[in-house]
């Protein structure tokens, strides 16, 4: 009999979340059926979507949604060998049981060299969602300029990396000197601390005189208001998120979009990285291979302990993270 601890969602977050929110759980797993496997969490993520989607997606008393990658320890499914690592979306749990139907092995030809944990950031949903985001919604071309925010993030940094990997000037913000450090690291062309500048608008218009092709808006809010109106004609906007926004119990207010849409003629849209995931395996061999080839940099922000869950979560909402924010258990 293997006990499971798991993480709940005790009461819904109001504003900012509390460690107070969650609960640490302890269930108890009954012994596998046939075609069942047990798996063991080695790293979890912890991501911005999980605090909209508690509100929309959950109840409280359910366990935290999430992903992790896993290693096999039991298995009574054909299809799976006991040692193999998976992708799964078992929530915040340190064991559970599937019957496989949910699970995505890694890419067979995974180096050693690399961790793991990847496949929960550069190599995997916020990877994809750059790649897609990029060149599906962006539709970025050559010889562009690409604008995107919380650029040193797991989501961010990929895009920027992409965009000069796809011939672009790149300009990112983000919220720390030792962030703006990383971009010029990783090759961003310009960047800045979005939270230090005496004038978003002025170091927006500093960074690319010229204006903006895309914009990939992780953000919203206030910066995505000010970075609208420095689009180029025919500019497009991706709308992947809106973490200025997720905390608020009050909606926003405006400025409106509508007048630089209407006179610049922009192309504005959001979207949700599943949408490609019949073309799942074209992204990650893409991003597998870009790393393995140097071309693409990765960091993470490692938490260790499943009982740092929340805070890990806390943290990376408050902009601790550099790169991807991972749990290891
Ligand atoms: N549409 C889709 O399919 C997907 C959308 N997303 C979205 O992409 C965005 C980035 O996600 P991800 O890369 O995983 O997360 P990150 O790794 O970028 O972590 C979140 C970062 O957001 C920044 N941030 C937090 N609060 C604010 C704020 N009030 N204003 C500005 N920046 C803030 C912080 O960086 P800083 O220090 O720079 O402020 C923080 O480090 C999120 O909005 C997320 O919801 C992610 C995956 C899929
Ligand atoms: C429990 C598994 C959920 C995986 C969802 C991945 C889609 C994330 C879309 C994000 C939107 C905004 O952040």
Redesign the pocket.
Known sequence: MVTAKAWVLKKHFEGFPKTSDFDLKKIELPNLKDGELLLESVFLSV???MR??SRRDMKEGDIM???QVARIVESKNPAFTVGAFVVG?S?WRTHFISDGKDLQLLPSNWPESLPKSLALGTVG?PGL?AYFGLLEVCKMKPGETVLVNAAAGAVGSVVGQLAKIGGCKVVGCAGSDDKVAYLKEIGFDEAFNYKTVTSLDEALRKASPDGYDCFFDNVGGEFASIAINQMKKYGRIAV??AISQYNDSVPQKGPYVQVPMVFKELQMEGF???RWNNRREEGLKALLKWVVEGKVKYHEQVTEGFENMPMAFLGMLKGENLGKAIVKV
């Open positions: 991501d911005p979507y909209p989607y949604i999430g992903t979306s929530g949903m969602t992947c998120g949700v990285v599943t």
